[in-house]
């Protein structure tokens, strides 16, 4: 007679505890809070005051300010000095940016290949206008642009003429534009050398071997690796020609009846403030142009990015 054992009884499976979720790590934010703090205070601080500043207009009458919603945007999109001022920053900007590109990216192509004696010293010669500040720029040029002293009235009495007038109203914008392009091309001649620098030399190998020669190389190897370079010399410089107004705030008064107090948005938001005490209408302009430089300089990033792609 046989008797078959009964099977052993399951043994329950172990519960594994889960995992415990590890404790978030505040310590970098402790690094970064300097920043941020001088950031809000900075930066976000004054953007919120003047969007709300843009909500409200004063009594001209009664005294106080009384909220009107967006009928100071409304104004600002109807009113012609503010169009005015930006036809012509918006002219400057499509001039002056792609001639002081193109300068700095020749000066830093010419700096980085090795047929360029004394490079170095190119570089800092190049480099050393950007750290001229602009008001001092502005009264140096001012002081050759003047028609009474200076080099331009000195080629005038030379030349027995008034023909050379750098601050007459057709040449004063391109005038304003060589002063800028003369600042910064050393800035975006050293963006542009620095990527440059960071190529693989792999690349250049490849091209060598492939029969390229020099501008071949610059065209199919150079410029398409330094494009992300290119975009963000590109947008600072958009947001550059936005911005301008030393340059000319400081040439008006040499020309004060060629240059008026809405010559540029920045001018005209300036003069609403502290002349005109119109600070809700000032902020209103501010926000504007904000937005403006915003859009067209995201349009820029998202353009050149997916050509890079």
């Known amino acids: 007679m046989t008797s078959t054992a009964a099977p052993p009884a399951p043994v329950p499976a172990r519960r594994v505890p889960a995992a415990r979720r590890p404790r978030r790590k505040w310590r970098g934010w402790l690094f970064v809070a300097p920043f941020m703090v001088v950031f809000a205070l900075t930066f976000i601080a004054p953007v919120v005051y003047a969007f709300v ?4 207009r ?5 005294g106080g300010t009384v909220f009107v ?5 409304v104004q600002v999109f109807g009113d012609p000095k503010f169009w005015e001022a930006f036809r012509r920053v918006l002219v400057f900007l499509a001039v002056q940016v792609p001639i002081m590109l193109v300068l700095a990216l020749i000066a830093a192509l010419a700096i980085d290949s090795a047929r360029l004696h004394a490079a170095g010293f190119f570089r800092i010669v190049i ?5 001229v500040p602009a008001v001092v720029a502005s009264l140096m040029w001012g002081f050759i642009y003047g028609d009474h002293f200076g080099l331009a009235a000195d080629l005038n009495h030379l030349l027995g003429t008034d023909a050379v007038k750098p601050l007459s109203e057709n040449w004063l914008l ?3 534009g060589n002063i800028v392009t003369w600042e910064f091309v050393g800035y975006n001649m050293l963006i542009f050398y620095s990527a440059l620098k960071v190529i693989p030399k792999e690349l250049f190998e490849a091209a060598a071997i492939d029969g390229a020669g020099t501008f071949r190389t610059i065209l199919s190897v150079k410029l398409p ?4 370079a290119i975009v963000i010399a590109t947008i600072f410089s958009i947001i550059g020609s936005f911005q301008l107004f030393n340059e000319p705030n400081i040439m008006r008064n040499l020309v004060p009846n060629t240059i008026g107090t ?3 948005p920045n001018m005209y938001a300036y003069t609403l403030s502290f002349n005109g005490q119109q600070y809700n209408y000032s902020a209103t302009v501010a926000i504007v142009m904000g ?3 915003g859009v067209i300089a995201y349009v820029v990033q998202l353009r050149g990015s997916r050509k890079e792609m």
């Open 127 to 131: 480099f050393l206008p950007y750290a």
């Open 58 to 62: 004063d009594q001209a009458f009664f």
């Open 262 to 264: 809405f010559y540029t």
């Open 53 to 56: 500043l843009s909500l409200f």
């Open 69 to 73: 919603g967006a009928d100071n945007y």
């Open 291 to 293: 937005v403006i430089t």
């Open 174 to 176: 391109t005038s304003i």
């Open 225 to 228: 690796a330094i494009r992300g």
